[in-house]
């Protein structure tokens, strides 16, 4: 995950990398562009698209995907260095107590975690 900055509501937080998909590119692409150019970790196993959903349905259409994978390895630095001040690695179990503390208060991250969250609990 990423702590940043957001200066229109001017609060950090955390959040899952994510972007906007290039004209050529598809859904999964562009997940895996996102993560690497933000992150500098790159994916090493198969990506999954998790959720789709709209944040604000009455207001926009911005439709966003949230997409997963298993195992990642760092092959550098990320290409953007205002994209975050600190990256790292959050243990899902860490979840629920940061969106109650507020630490995560994003549509995309809230809504993915949960998600992720939601899905596992339903495996065990």
Same mark, same amino acid.
């Given at each position: 995950?990423?702590?940043?900055?957001?200066?229109?509501?001017?609060?950090?937080? &955390?959040?899952?990398? +994510?972007?906007?998909?290039?004209? $050529?590119?598809?859904? !999964? /692409?562009? @997940? =895996?562009?996102?993560?690497?150019?933000?992150?500098?970790?790159?994916?090493?196993?198969?990506?999954?698209?998790?959720?789709?959903?709209?944040?604000?349905?009455?207001?926009?259409?911005?439709?966003?995907?949230? &997409?997963?994978?298993? +195992?990642?390895?760092?092959?550098? $630095?990320?290409?953007? !260095? /205002?994209? @975050? =001040?600190?990256?790292?690695?959050?243990?899902?179990?860490?979840?629920?107590?940061?969106?109650?503390?507020?630490?995560?208060?994003?549509?995309?991250?809230?809504?993915?975690?949960?998600?992720?969250?939601?899905?596992?609990?339903?495996?065990?």
């Amino acid at each position: 995950m990423m702590w940043r900055h957001r200066f229109a509501v001017d609060e950090w937080g &955390w959040e899952l990398p +994510g972007g906007i998909a290039n004209i $050529e590119e598809g859904a !999964a /692409e562009t @997940a =895996a562009r996102e993560f690497e150019e933000e992150t500098g970790w790159r994916a090493t196993g198969p990506l999954r698209h998790l959720v789709s959903f709209q944040p604000m349905p009455g207001m926009v259409d911005t439709p966003h995907e949230v &997409w997963t994978a298993q +195992g990642a390895k760092k092959v550098g $630095e990320p290409t953007d !260095a /205002e994209e @975050a =001040a600190i990256i790292e690695w959050i243990p899902l179990a860490n979840i629920l107590d940061m969106v109650k503390r507020g630490e995560i208060a994003g549509s995309g991250p809230l809504v993915g975690l949960l998600t992720l969250l939601m899905e596992r609990q339903g495996k065990s």
